[in-house]
């Protein structure tokens, strides 16, 4: 792509609506699912920017990151403001994090549900590590076949659905998994939703998948899936989605020019894990 197809100025310096344009031409906006709130969240698009931090979820420690590293825009995967906001004031963490940007000038952008569906999106990514072949949109997009909602694929012969959280975890430098049904049964035909996979239950199980790859699911759900004889492989909402925030500012420096694009080195999973002890 030229920089006169991007919009960048003659003289490298790239606006915030340059920028927006690039997120929206690698995950389109329209396919969000309805209830998301996606897009230029905050800010102004005539505003330049330089400067790009990643992140999965924009906590008030996040914010004031951005705010000491001189960021100009922040693309967090999960949405702030996410509903109308009838006060903005510090008396909320949302309200803090917002006000914190607002005073450094630092834009807001969100992805989220586009980004997860994308054609080499989140979904695509996790499929990649796991190894998957014959790798397809669950539920296809009308416009793009290659996107969609979630992806499923064909694992490996003879990997198990232990076998392939073990590779899951691995791949994503994750402490663990959660493992719902029959363990050792073949990993077979994988469907992969990730953040939190529980309500598409249905759609894996007529799709015909036999393992869900996902962040987190509720009890009863993960009783249901096992019961109907599709193995889940929880690995946490956070691990699920946040490495793709690296990779993804790797992509915007990579093809912006003029811009430098980090992922947030302070954000960590606000679940954590503690070890028992024997």
Partial sequence: MS?????LYDLGMATLNDVTAFLQQIAPLHLAADWDAVGLLVGSRRESCERVMTCLTLTPDVAAEA????????????????????????????????????????????SHTAWDSASGGINDQLAVMLSLTNVRPILPDADTPTAGTGRMGTAEPNLSVEDLALRLTAALGANGAQIA????????????????????????????????????????????????????????????????????????TARLPGVTAWASRLETDPLTWVATKH
């Fill in 67 to 110: 705010a000491r590293e001189a960021a100009d825009l922040v693309v967090t995967h999960h949405p702030l403001p996410f509903r109308p906001v009838a006060r903005l004031t510090d008396d909320t963490p949302a309200g803090a994090s917002l006000l914190t940007l607002l005073s450094a000038g630092i834009a807001v952008w969100s």
């Fill in 181 to 252: 049904g029959d363990r050792s049964q073949p990993a077979g035909t994988v469907g992969i939703v990730c953040g939190s996979g529980g309500d598409m239950l249905s759609d894996l199980i007529t799709a015909g998948c036999t393992t869900l790859v996902t962040g987190e699911v509720r009890l009863h759900t993960a009783a249901e899936a096992a019961a109907a004889g599709l193995a889940v492989i929880a690995v946490g909402h956070h691990a699920s989605e946040r490495f793709s925030m690296d990779r993804l500012a790797d992509l915007l």
């Fill in 3 to 7: 920089e006169r197809g991007l919009g």
